[in-house]
């Protein structure tokens, strides 16, 4: 297949009437971790509890509450394809309220070509824009080269190193805490 130029692909926020066509994105996404011996998400591909994808109430939360989320998805304009996505979300505490969390998948013929960078971005001006929040936190496998390549050309710096945090049958997985100040100086 031609792989399709990300100009012709368009990133919006996520609505209620998006939810379903987010979903069959996550599915299709999940499905590759693993593929290949490569593993982005702490699930094996058996694990009855996969991950939680998109929760409808939850972007309904006003941000700066518990557990609010936010997701932009990445849309091919021709086909209405949904192909990528990055996601915030509020922790469960209060106490944390001035953080978030950034998730972010592409499926995998439309990575490395500049996408994951858009989303990216969309995702650290979304965080920048909200006020109450100072830090953009994110958490990635030691082994994904491409993804912290990109989140270190961002600015996300490392914060924690977690060795053998994750088991999927024989692999042992060491984990990398990453964050961005997204602070705005007027603050
Ligand atoms: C990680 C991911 C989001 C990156 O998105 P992408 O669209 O492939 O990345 P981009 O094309 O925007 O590339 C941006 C930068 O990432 C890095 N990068 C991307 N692919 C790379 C690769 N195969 N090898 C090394 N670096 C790579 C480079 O620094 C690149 O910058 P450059 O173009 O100046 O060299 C995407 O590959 C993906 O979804 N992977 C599977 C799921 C995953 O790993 N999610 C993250 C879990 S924490």
Redesign the pocket.
Known sequence: MTRTS?QKIEIRLVTKQDVPALQAHLKR?FS??GRNG?H??PYAPDDPIGPSGIDIEKIEIPIGEPKWQRWFMAVETGTGKVC?HVDLKGYALRTSSHRCLL??????E???????????QTGIDFARSIDTVDWLD????AH????R?????LGFEDTGYSKDLFRIGPVSIDDVSMTLNVATSTR
Do not use: D, Q
């Open positions: 990300t996404h590759e971790s490569f982005f998400f990528g998730g972010i998948g592409i499926e995998e439309y990575r490395a070509m500049g996408l994951g960078k858009r989303l990216m994110l958490m990635v496998f994904n080269t491409p993804a390549k990109l989140y270190k050309s």
